[in-house]
């Protein structure tokens, strides 16, 4: 088997999991109760997820059926470069934006946008702009998700 299949088929494998993922979270979603007070129901959030995660694992089956017809292999990146830190960092920062937000109940908006900034700064260069960017990109991302959640799912987070 070539090196392209031997890929293609471990896409289509992650597409696979990825789909029963989604069919976990319909199953969940659909075992909640129906909305009282709220428009969209408390399992809107969870359908939305497996709907966007099946159309994710739609387009990477797609694309690994294509390969496999085609044996196309993707260019390889050099990971010379690579620092296993880099991924350890994020983690780090996954479990450290977690506990300030579950245990120290930390506002919502501010833990979020330093979180991005953390997160972003562990993975690419180092600099002012980039630090003024991804705090920016933070900012905007968390209260994106603070209005859609209090607006259209009415749940309040701090």
């Given at each position: 088997?070539?090196?392209?299949?031997?890929?293609a088929?471990?896409?289509l494998?992650?597409s696979?999991?990825?789909?029963?993922?989604?069919v976990?979270l319909?199953?969940g979603?659909a075992?909640?109760?129906?909305?009282?007070?709220e428009?969209?129901?408390?399992?809107a959030?969870?359908?939305?997820?497996?709907v966007?995660?099946l159309l994710?694992a739609?387009?990477l089956?797609?694309r690994s059926?294509m390969r496999m017809?085609?044996?196309?292999?993707?260019p390889?990146?050099?990971?010379?470069?690579?620092?296993?830190?880099k991924?350890?960092?994020?983690?780090?920062?996954?479990v450290?934006?977690v506990f300030a937000?579950d245990v120290?109940r930390?506002?919502?908006?501010?833990?979020t946008t330093?979180?991005?900034?953390?997160?972003g700064?562990?993975?690419?260069?180092?600099?002012?702009l980039?630090?003024?960017v991804?705090?920016?990109?933070g900012?905007v991302?968390?209260?994106a998700?603070s209005?859609i959640l209090?607006?259209?799912?009415?749940?309040?987070?701090?």
């Open positions: 088997m070539t090196e392209a299949k031997r890929r088929l471990a896409d494998a992650l696979l999991l990825v789909a029963a993922g989604a976990v319909f199953v979603a075992k909640l109760p129906p909305p009282r007070f428009p969209l129901g408390s399992a959030l969870p359908r939305i997820l497996g966007l995660l994710f739609t387009s089956a797609g059926v017809r085609r044996g196309w292999l993707a390889t990146t050099e990971t010379r470069d690579a620092d296993p830190r991924g350890l960092a994020v983690l780090v920062a996954l450290a934006y937000l120290l930390a506002p919502f908006v501010p833990a330093v979180f991005v900034v953390v997160v700064l562990s993975i690419g260069a180092r600099t002012w980039n630090c003024a991804f705090a920016v990109l900012l991302l968390s209260l998700i209005t209090s607006r259209f799912l009415y749940i309040t987070i701090g």
